[in-house]
C-alpha cells in the first residue's frame, strides 16, 4: 500500500496519469448530466402540461359545457371546438394538390397527347373523389361547415398562433356574438370583468389545444360535431355603394308597394342569400333560424293564415320580414335575432332578388 502510494504521487509521470483520469471522469459524468437534463425537463414540462390539461378540463366541465357541451358544441347554442375546423384540417387537401399539380402538367407546352389523355383519366377519378368526400361530409355541411373553406382561423383572417386564438377568445369574450347567438361567448379575464384568473384560461386553453388530431382527423369527427361556426354579419358591409338603399326607417307599407315595381331574379338572390349577405348563415340551421328549404310553403301555409296578415301576398310578408324582421317574431325564435339592418344595405332591385329566390323555396 505503501509503496503502491508512492508510486502513484511521487512519480510526476503517474501524478499526470492520475490528473488527467480524473479530469476525464468529470468531464464524462458533467457532460452525462447535461444529455439527461432535456430529457428531464422534457419530462417535468409534460407532467407540468398534463396537470394543466386536467384541470382545465375540470374548469371546462364547470364553465364552459353548459353552452359547448362535451366540447362538441351544442346545436343553436355554441359552436364545438374539439373539431377539425377549429383546427383548420383540410380532407380537400391531398386530392386538391394532385388536380393542381397535375392540371399544371396537362396544360405545360411540352405535354405528349398520350400524356394528356392519360391525366385526363385521372383527373376524372380524383373528381369522383372529391365529390364522394363532400357527399360523406353533408352531415358536417348541413351544421354549418364548409370544407372549401376549412380553417376558422383563416375565415376570420387570425395571423397568429391558435394558442392566442383561443386564449384571447377567452379573456375578451365575443360581446358581439349576441346578434347571431342566442347567447353570447362571455369574457372570463378577471381582468375583463370575468370570473376565471389568468392561470386557469390557460390550463383552458392547453385542454382544448390538446384536442388537435394533426393529420389523424376523420370525417366521422366533422360528422360529430354538433353545430359549427356561424359567420357573423359586418352590419358595416354595404353589398353596392353606389346603389341607393332601401332605408330602415322606410315603413313597410312603402316598401311593399315600391318593391312591387321591379322584377327580381332568383339567382342573383341565392348570390346574396349564400353569399354577400350571409343569411344562409343563420337559416341554414333550424336550431338558429326557420330553415330556407321550405320558407315559401310555410309562408303560404302558416303565416298568411295568421288573422294579422288577412289580405297580404307571400311577397309582401317576406319583404316585410326582411326589411322589419321585428314586426312579426316566427313561432320558436328570439326576437333581435334577425339583423334588423339589412334596409340600410340593400337596394330595391336587391329586394326582389331574394324574394325572387324565396318564392322557389317550396319544401
Ligand atoms: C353562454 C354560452 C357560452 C359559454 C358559457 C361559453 N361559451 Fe364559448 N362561445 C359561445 C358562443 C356563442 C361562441 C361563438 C362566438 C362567435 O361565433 O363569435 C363561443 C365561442 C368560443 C370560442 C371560439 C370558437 C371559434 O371557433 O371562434 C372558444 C375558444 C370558446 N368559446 C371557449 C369557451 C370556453 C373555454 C368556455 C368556458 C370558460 C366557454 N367558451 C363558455 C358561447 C359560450
Ligand atoms: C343572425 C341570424 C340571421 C340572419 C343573418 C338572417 N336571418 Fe332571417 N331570421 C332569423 C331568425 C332568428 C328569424 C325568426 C325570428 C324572426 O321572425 O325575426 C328569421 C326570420 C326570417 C324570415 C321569416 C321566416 C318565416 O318562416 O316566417 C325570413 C323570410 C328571413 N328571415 C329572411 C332572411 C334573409 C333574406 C336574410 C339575409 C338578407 C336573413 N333572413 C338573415 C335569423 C337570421
Not at 370544407?147 to 383561443?166: C, H, K, M, N
Not at 307571400?314 to 334577425?338: D, F, R, V
Request: hydrophobic content about 40%; charged content about 20%; overall charge negative.
Amino acid at each position: 500500500m505503501f509503496n503502491l502510494q508512492r508510486l502513484l504521487v511521487e512519480r510526476i509521470e503517474h501524478r499526470l496519469i492520475v490528473g488527467t483520469v480524473a479530469f476525464l471522469l468529470i468531464m464524462v459524468l458533467v457532460g452525462w448530466i447535461a444529455i439527461n437534463e432535456g430529457g428531464r425537463m422534457q419530462a417535468f414540462e409534460r407532467q407540468y402540461n398534463a396537470r394543466s390539461i386536467e384541470r382545465g378540463a375540470a374548469i371546462f366541465v364547470t364553465y364552459c359545457a353548459e353552452c359547448h357541451g362535451t366540447g362538441l358544441g351544442i346545436s343553436g347554442v355554441a359552436p364545438g371546438l374539439n373539431s377539425p375546423y377549429l383546427f383548420g384540417h383540410d380532407f380537400l387537401a391531398e386530392v386538391d394538390t394532385e388536380i393542381a399539380t397535375l392540371t399544371a402538367e396537362r396544360d405545360a407546352e411540352g405535354t405528349s397527347d398520350a400524356r394528356r389523355a392519360e391525366i385526363d383519366t385521372r383527373l376524372a377519378e380524383l373528381d369522383t373523389e372529391r365529390q364522394s368526400i363532400l357527399t360523406s361530409l353533408q352531415p358536417a355541411i348541413d351544421r354549418g361547415y364548409n370544407p372549401e373553406a376549412p380553417s376558422r382561423r383563416d375565415s376570420l383572417g387570425w395571423t397568429s398562433t391558435l394558442y392566442s386564438f383561443v386564449y384571447t377568445t377567452l379573456v375578451h369574450g365575443r360581446p358581439t356574438s349576441i346578434t347571431y347567438w342566442p347567447r353570447s361567448m362571455p369574457a372570463w379575464s378577471q381582468t375583463a370583468g370575468g370570473s376565471l384568473r389568468d392561470d386557469q384560461l390557460q390550463d383552458l386553453t392547453n385542454f382544448i389545444l390538446n384536442w388537435d388530431k394533426g393529420t389523424a382527423w376523420t370525417i366521422e369527427d366533422a360528422n360529430a360535431v354538433q353545430q359549427y361556426p356561424i359567420r357573423p354579419v359586418d352590419p358595416a358591409t354595404v353589398v353596392a355603394s353606389d346603389v341607393e338603399t332601401i332605408g330602415v326607417n322606410t315603413p313597410t307599407e312603402e316598401v311593399v308597394a315600391e318593391v312591387a315595381n321591379y322584377v327580381g331574379d332568383p339567382v342573383n338572390g341565392q348570390a346574396l342569400y349564400t353569399g354577400a349577405l350571409a343569411c344562409q348563415g343563420c337559416h341554414a340551421n333550424a336550431a338558429v333560424a326557420p330553415l330556407v328549404t321550405d320558407t315559401w310553403t310555410r309562408v303560404q301555409n302558416e303565416r298568411l293564415t295568421l288573422p294579422e296578415y288577412a289580405g297580404w301576398t307571400g311577397e309582401a310578408y317576406l319583404a316585410q320580414s326582411i326589411t322589419h324582421p321585428n314586426e312579426y317574431i316566427a313561432p320558436g325564435y328570439g326576437a333581435n335575432i334577425m339583423p334588423p339592418n339589412f334596409a340600410d344595405r340593400i337596394s330595391y332591385q336587391d329586394l326582389a332578388d331574394l324574394i325572387a329566390y324565396l318564392r322557389t323555396q317550396e319544401g
